[in-house]
């Protein structure tokens, strides 16, 4: 499989939050990037855009990246979107993937591979546990989209290692290197691209006491609960005044 023009777009999860790399723009790399950097090994003349910005909606995603996305004439678009609606205290799923649905349409009509993500299981974080049902009914819906549109679907809620902690990021919110390692992963094997990464090493803290798992957990929520909640009420996103970090298709090391 050769791909030459890759576009992906989204919200954090595409960016590649979690993943930190100060040379790169915004700071981070993440599993697009690492997907890219296979793609463009076996073709000279390959080009990645990547339009994903924390912290948006998919009202937003759509709005501000579908239409620059086809401009670019992409063979390959991933599109992750949906999961920081379903974390707001009100949504309704329906008419969120119905709008979802439409945009995936537009995009398989341009003859592009298209790879859209289910959202993973909460279930193994107390955190996130209550909102299972639904990620759960949201899944459920982007399957049928999928299949509506012959998308190909990477399906992000069976990839139980992710009950792990150890690949997610500090802020329990994004994967973090280990996890976007995984993913890139995960994309290529879907797309039966020959690749030869391997799984990152998973780095075994040592087990806290009470005491330091309490503090562990009151920093988390000074320092990265809190904060999620205040931009929350106040309208604001932690995308704010980010650019996309590869607007236009170019080639990556």
Request: without cysteine; hydrophobic residues 40%.
């Amino acid at each position: 499989m050769s791909f030459q023009r890759y576009v992906a777009i989204g919200d954090s999860f595409t960016e590649g939050v979690g993943d930190a790399d100060p040379t790169r723009p915004n700071g981070v790399r993440g599993w697009a990037d690492r997907v890219a950097e296979v793609l463009a090994a076996a073709d000279p003349a390959f080009g990645y855009a990547n339009l994903a910005i924390r912290g948006r909606k998919l009202g937003p995603i759509l709005d501000e990246q579908l239409e620059p996305a086809l401009a670019l004439e992409p063979d390959l678009v991933t599109v992750y979107a949906g999961a920081n609606d379903i974390m707001r205290p009100r949504v309704d799923v329906d008419a969120l993937v119905d709008r979802y649905d439409g945009a995936l349409g537009r995009l398989a009509a341009t003859g592009a591979r298209v790879v859209v993500f289910t959202a993973f299981d909460p279930g193994g974080s107390a955190i996130y546990r209550p909102l299972r049902g639904r990620f759960a009914l949201y899944n459920e819906l982007v399957r049928a989209a999928v299949a509506r549109h012959g998308a190909t679907l990477v399906d992000y809620w069976n990839l139980r290692e992710y009950r792990d902690w150890r690949y997610w990021d500090a802020d329990r919110m994004h994967m973090g290197p280990a996890g976007h390692q995984r993913m890139a992963i995960a994309v290529l094997d879907t797309l039966g691209v020959p690749h030869h990464l391997e799984p990152l090493p998973l780095v075994d803290a040592p087990a806290p006491t009470r005491a330091e798992q309490r503090r562990e957990n009151l920093t988390w929520v000074r320092e990265m609960a809190i904060p999620w909640v205040h931009r929350r009420l106040t309208g604001r996103s932690s995308g704010d005044g980010l650019d996309p970090k590869r607007p236009t298709l170019a080639p990556i090391d």
